[in-house]
């Protein structure tokens, strides 16, 4: 019998993948997790193994508060931030305590697809919102929800990935974000703000956060640490009102078993402590900005007449808009025939379209293949 | 501001807490796991820290199977075993695969009493079947199952802890772990099995899993890392048919972010690789071997006439019946005051009952604090 594999990713020989939206190996900090981990489990280690409880641990939910505000100038207090075991688990949470099923979801569209199939779980129906290189359209937004409304709709909330979008890179701008943060207010419509991607900015840092530009707005912010330091810590964090924190951190499961990804949330703390986090976001901001680079470099060099894309400015991808009458899954075959993957832009779209997109990697492979796989992809599509 | 805690159990001075069902912390075996993280993080570390797949990791199923096939006689394949955050995730990923908002689940009296929480949540309500020291009434689960779904009631799962229950400290017994099974087959009834303590026997082993009873039939069994490795690394596996298995491994949440417990998964077929599970385990049996027998001896020796307990046969409990005029909730304060804690009984019955009950945990306190505990609980009972 065959043993099943240990990790997501599926690696074809051959084949350059810019489907898979992973870090590369190499920018894990393995070692400096070593360290953390040889801390958390050395002379103080009680707290880290045995069990947790719903908003947790506090030492790291204290060192996230001050990093935030060093980083961005507003401390948020402690019943403000709860660990979670990474955005997708937040965003299970949040469906729980925010919707009901048959609510309708507002996203961006293009989003992110996988978001799409957790809000799906949770029986809710995702309604597209219109979004462009400065994100999401906040009128769009606004019309769409009084027109759901007004035909009796229930709208749970709005989700977005705010910064260095997924798969379309986009950042929304400041004015939109005070737009937005403002809409929130006055609607009640509540906002996650998906902020997996905030410190991966390889040219300037993002505006301020919605969260920051509403306080006490009904505004949730959702952060990461699978894209800074490593997927597998399965390891997150929440910014909420101090209300539906405690309503999350005092579900069944979490009484039950305190916070789900107690052990690395120690680990996390002890990487943070050790003052090794900052230096590390450094090198990566680094070697993704110089693999952006090659990539745009590629992008302009091999990409046929009527190819579009813009230069994102921060997160993992580069979205790419084929001519019209182009099918990047019908292409797609032909492409990996050609030794070149990619994911199909209409994925991301909640109602359909986006047909003539793909969304393309560069944090996963070192330049010289991407280089070669922008080559290849420029082939395909030139074939057709 | 006061910086939050980081573990659940608050201790008092003071206090004898026999209320917290959690294992010692002399008993968690914090050299060993580190020994776990620092192979997991040396060489080969690839896979514990980039995404896992949602039924993962195949190196830690395939231990697992073998183990239990080494332990029980027979050895699950893998696509019947999938890797969890523990017995919470599981249950509440198993509510949202097996029921809907509304549905009956059937449950033990005394039962769990966060299990009820986590179904609660899930809008589920819980319906008590009588048992008594050999486990829960197969024949009156029957008669409710009828009357419920003859009152158009749909039942979603029956969910028990068959070897030494939380908190009867029960098993049940083959013959109606033979009938529970005979009953889910023939009337199609999902039975959830909760193994959290079956490897934790210390006179004998439990009978049977009702899993192994059943083959192809509607059993799920869960079971974890929480007591015979460390709560906090929030790790445990569910045997379940391939198809169901296929259903919660696929779901929106792990196919974004892979298995939730991902990293200390792999901590885990670390420690087992090392081949350093079984001497622990056969430790952690002498220890709580011997706590337990202190408690068995205290209680004998201080209990006022009209007590009752059975000797728990394994797991962290034992369970106290009082004369039936006393409510050991409106007792405990003035155990407090007498310097011990328990849990009332009435927590662990979901509809009402049970007021002359308390439970005691004995896994969490060094012998001579158990001693001196229920020294004090039979100092307090007699002062009424």
């Known amino acids: ?47 880290a193994l045995t069990y947790g409880y719903g908003q947790e641990p506090g030492r790291l939910i204290e060192l996230i508060r001050l990093r935030l505000g060093r980083l961005e100038g507003v401390t948020p207090p402690a019943e403000q931030l709860m ?7 937040a965003l299970d949470m949040l469906c729980a305590q925010l919707s009901r099923p048959g609510d ?14 957790i809000f799906r779980d949770r029986g809710l129906r995702a309604v597209a919102v219109p979004g462009d290189g400065q994100g999401i359209h906040v009128d769009a937004a ?4 009084h027109m759901l ?12 990935v705010a910064s260095f979008g ?45 969260y920051n530009l509403a306080p006490g707005g009904p505004i949730v912010r959702v952060g990461s640490y699978s894209k800074v330091l490593a997927p597998g810590l399965r390891l ?16 069944g499961v979490l009484d039950s078993g305190g916070g789900v990804s107690h052990f690395t949330a120690h680990m996390v703390a002890a990487f943070l402590e050790l003052g090794l986090l900052d230096p590390h976001v450094e090198g990566l901001r680094a070697a993704l900005r110089s693999r952006r680079n090659v990539m745009l470099t590629a992008l302009s060099r ?44 209409e994925r991301f779209f909640a109602e359909g379209g986006g047909q003539n997109y793909l969304r393309l990697c560069f944090s996963l492979l070192p330049p010289d293949e991407i280089a070669e796989g922008v080559r290849r992809l420029g082939a395909a599509l030139r074939r057709g």
């Open 1 to 47: 019998m065959q043993i099943l594999p240990d990790v997501q990713i599926i690696q074809r020989p051959g084949i350059v993948e810019f489907g898979w939206g992973h870090p590369a190996p190499e920018l894990l900090p393995a070692e400096a997790l070593a360290r953390a981990a040889a801390l958390t489990l050395g002379g103080d280690w009680h707290a």
């Open 83 to 89: 660990i979670t075991a990474g955005i997708s688990q």
């Open 104 to 117: 309708v979801v507002l996203v961006e569209a293009p989003t992110y697809h996988l978001a799409l199939r």
């Open 142 to 145: 606004e019309a769409m929800l």
């Open 149 to 160: 409304r007004s035909g009796g709709e229930r709208v749970a909330f709005l989700y977005t």
């Open 166 to 210: 997924n798969p379309s890179g986009a950042t929304l701008t400041a004015e939109r974000r005070y737009a937005l943060a403002a809409l929130a207010r006055r609607e009640s419509l509540m906002v996650i703000e998906d902020d997996v991607y905030g410190e991966l900015w390889y040219d300037a840092p993002p505006p301020p956060p919605i």
């Open 236 to 251: 997150g964090w929440m910014l909420a009102a101090p209300d539906l924190v405690r309503r999350c951190s005092s579900c």
């Open 302 to 345: 091999h990409m046929p007449s009527g190819c579009t894309w813009n230069p994102s400015l921060g997160g993992f991808f580069i979205w790419v808009r084929l001519p019209t009458d182009t099918d990047s899954a019908a292409l797609l075959p032909a492409a990996e025939a050609a030794g070149v993957g990619y994911l199909p832009g």
